[in-house]
């Protein structure tokens, strides 16, 4: 949902409209909605129940002693992961996000690329790996 659809969704379920920017505001940090405690306990069921949490959760942060490569495995499907890796040179910061549930490229750097390609992803879940990215605001290239 892009943020008025999320506001209309709140507001529908009696919420104030300042629900909706607290949630948005956090998901789009990558927080999970039972992080977000500033929801009552009956919102955040409500709202988990009907998987309202967009963005990949991140399973595993490797961070690279050598050159500050870091690698994120996120969580696409209850069966399925994939990874983004972002990648700081200088001013530059480069993410590079899977497109595929497993590769053909079989990068040996690269987790999605140890998989068996098993399905593209959706629009979604690609655009998700950036939004979710803690150094979001830091990036100035995105490759695939």
């Known amino acids: 949902m892009n943020k008025e659809e999320l506001t209309a969704y709140i507001v529908s379920l009696g919420e104030p409209k300042f629900r909706a920017k ?14 977000i405690t500033n929801l009552s306990k009956a919102l955040r069921a409500r709202l988990s129940e009907e998987t309202l949490d967009a963005l990949p959760y991140v ?26 890796v972002y990648i700081p040179d200088g001013d530059r910061a480069t993410l ?35 939004l979710a990215l803690p150094e979001f605001e830091k990036l100035t290239n995105i490759v695939f």
């Open 59 to 84: 399973e595993e942060k490797l961070v690279s002693k050598i050159d500050g490569t870091v690698k994120y495995l996120y969580r696409v499907d209850n069966n399925h992961f994939v990874e983004a």
């Open 96 to 130: 590079c996000v899977s497109s595929q549930v497993g590769c053909k490229m079989n990068c040996l750097f690269c987790m999605t690329g140890k998989q068996k390609y098993t399905a593209n992803l959706t629009t979604n879940e690609i655009v998700n790996q950036i």
């Open 22 to 35: 607290q949630v948005f505001e956090r998901l789009h940090r990558g927080e999970r909605i039972d992080e």
